[in-house]
């Protein structure tokens, strides 16, 4: 991806150059006159009232994203009780602590889920895309559109049942898909997708990602 372009509104430095913009009849680097109407560098594709069309509420995912969570920490909970049984059998302690220590894990993971799905919005600016998401340790990201590279959608075999999809946004500098967006809908994934693809854009100057 070509580097990103300054503000519309700022003027590209040759080396020596000051701060001030030059003027259309100055030469330039070669001694050559600019002519009035030349070309210019490429300028962001949307104009301030399109950028705006583009942009978003604060949004949350979908409820069903609950579910695939629910999934995943039943799953852990049952490795565990496994584990956790095994282990009990080679000792003298009493068995029924599995069933209970599981039971209780369970309800926890439950409550976290359900937490975290509360937590969890995000929103589209004009500037950057902004994440809010974590129990525990509450998490905000921003991913400046200038430094975005890639915007992909995902969708695993429960994703696929559910009828869900997550977004996934590569950014220069990154190790791998720092951010995500899980529990969105297929329609919401993509719209998402393009929203985010059209601000990167225009960020960059008009350079396709």
């Known amino acids: 991806?070509?580097?990103?372009?300054?503000?519309?509104?700022?003027?590209?430095?040759?080396?020596?150059?000051?701060?001030?913009?030059?003027?259309?009849?100055?030469?330039?680097?070669?001694?050559?006159?600019?002519?009035?109407?030349?070309?210019?560098?490429?300028?962001a594709t949307l104009d301030p009232d399109a950028i705006s069309e583009h942009t978003t509420d604060r949004r949350t995912l979908s409820a069903s994203v609950q579910l695939i969570w629910a999934v995943r920490v039943l799953f852990g909970v049952a490795v565990l009780g496994v584990l956790g049984g095994f282990a009990i059998g080679q000792t003298s302690l009493d068995p029924t602590l599995v069933p209970a220590v599981t039971g209780v894990l369970t309800v926890l993971g439950l409550v976290w889920v359900h937490l975290r799905y509360r937590v969890w919005s995000f929103r589209v600016r004009e500037d950057a895309l902004y994440l809010e998401r974590g129990v525990v340790t509450n998490v905000k990201t921003v991913a400046p559109h200038v430094r975005i590279q890639h915007v992909d959608t995902s969708r695993g075999p429960l994703e696929r049942a559910l009828g869900l999809s997550t977004l996934v946004v590569y950014t220069a500098g990154s190790r791998g898909a720092d951010v995500s967006i899980p529990g969105l809908t297929t329609e919401e994934a993509t719209d998402l997708q393009q929203r985010v693809k059209e601000l990167a854009i225009a960020a960059e100057g008009g350079d396709a990602l």
């Open 1 to 43: 991806m070509a580097d990103p372009v300054d503000d519309p509104a700022a003027t590209d430095a040759a080396p020596g150059a000051t701060d001030e913009a030059s003027g259309a009849d100055e030469p330039d680097a070669h001694g050559a006159e600019t002519a009035p109407g030349s070309e210019q560098s490429p300028q």
